[in-house]
């Protein structure tokens, strides 16, 4: 069975400024694949709602899930989930349990719902608001076309906690249950271009494992490669195994080529 | 006149497991908007021809600029080049510049010009190579449909020397000369839904100025809000004036709103 396909989608000029790293999408990326999904595309669009719906429409029906993160919380430019909105042809509407979600978080500190605060509760019509237990925005999650829209807020702490409490679990039973096992070494005195021919014939020979050399060095003076081996199987044991196998065969082939081998 | 637009296009499987951070792309997301481009997009494809081809097919006639990271190198699924080629529909060909370059670097080792080599000299036709200072490939600058397509390294010290040398300059020439000032402030003890109103009156009537409010606590319990505001004009001293002037407006609010007011 092929694996589900995964779209992360970030939102924010922030990040399309140069301001703020993408650090979101690759936490995700990483969940995502470890939980057998293939993460197909990583996406930054600006706060607008055109930009938004425009990425979501291509993503639904073709992935799986697509995670959002960002532009759920107050202010003028968070516009997320009227970009959600748009994509699937649906309103923007007051979600009672969203409400009474932002209600309970500002009154325990005795604040009122005002309409800026309200905002933060207006949902797709139909989608359903996850509880946010670090800050003010609830999350939603939407099914559209057998596509997964699933948003989170763009604070780091508020997203993890609600991908790891209320998506990772619900995710879990449409994942393949595929396990995945990473290893790596580090390769010196072999210049990219003359182990190139191997990666490609090792590639070819083990289709399940991802093979992928990063120069860390210069290429010709002093090489140092770091090879990194992403395998996925049935179970945990077979994965580790084809792992080691590659790593093995990548060990051979490095001595061969005159290279000295670190565990990396 | 309006910004010209530009998309990064980050190509590798490594970044969509997230064994990578994508700071390719917001150290080019940065110098892009700083030079007067509006960066649009940010996407990351996986290693795949097809993948690569079909957003550059979008961005073609829609960005002035593509800037693609990643995917020159000499190794199996190194298949930026071959993404171009079919974006603008070209054949890659034998480029006799690269080559030269190619080999030059590798004859400084004595090293010959095999087959995986070589490859790093295939280009699509009718694009100029671009010199890399540190590394053995060369990048790739091509022109179709008024959108350039440029092409650099994956590896960070490559990528950056190689943009700073033969990218900007020649960017530069089509960028706006707008000069972008930089500035902010943090609020203590104001949650942002309540500062919310004012920050989209401000941004309303300072159309030149993106302000961005960071939540970096709790909302409600002792918040901290980083406050950025980042000012485009005609002038360097223009930018720098718009941008004091929305940050003094931003104190004065804050305080109002009973908040202390610290230099971010």
């Known amino acids: 069975m092929a694996e589900p396909v995964a779209w992360i989608l970030t939102v924010g000029n922030e990040i399309l400024i140069g301001r703020i790293v993408n650090t979101n999408a690759s936490w995700l990326a990483e969940k995502l694949t470890f939980m057998g999904f293939r993460v197909e595309r990583i996406i930054v669009v600006p706060d607008s709602v055109e930009d938004i719906a425009e990425e979501l429409e291509r993503a639904i029906g073709r992935a799986r899930v697509v ?47 005002t309409e800026d605060r309200l905002k933060m509760a207006m949902l797709p019509e ?72 191997y990666l490609r014939r090792l590639a070819r020979r083990y289709p399940h494992a991802y093979i992928k050399s990063h120069p860390k060095g210069h290429e010709t003076e002093n090489p140092v490669l770091e090879i990194r081996v992403l395998a996925s199987a049935e179970t945990p044991g077979e994965a580790e195994r084809i792992c080691l196998e590659v790593l093995s065969e990548l060990r051979k082939i490095a001595e061969e080529l005159g290279g000295a081998v670190e565990n990396a």
Chains 1, 2 share one sequence.
């Open 67 to 113: 995670i959002t993160t960002g532009g759920l919380g107050p202010t003028y430019d968070d516009r997320t989930l009227e970009g959600v909105a748009r994509a699937v042809r649906r309103r923007l509407v007051l979600n009672e349990e969203a409400k009474r979600m932002v209600e309970e978080f500002y009154s325990r500190k005795g604040l009122p719902l």
């Open 126 to 197: 139909g989608a359903e608001p996850l509880p946010n237990p670090v800050g003010a925005a609830p999350g939603s999650w939407l099914e559209h076309n057998n596509t997964i829209i699933v948003s989170l807020p763009g604070v780091p702490a508020e997203m993890k906690e609600m991908f790891s409490h209320y998506v990772e679990p619900r995710l879990a039973r449409i994942a393949p249950r595929k396990a995945v096992h990473e290893c790596g070494i580090r390769v010196l005195g072999v210049p990219e271009s003359s182990i190139a021919p």
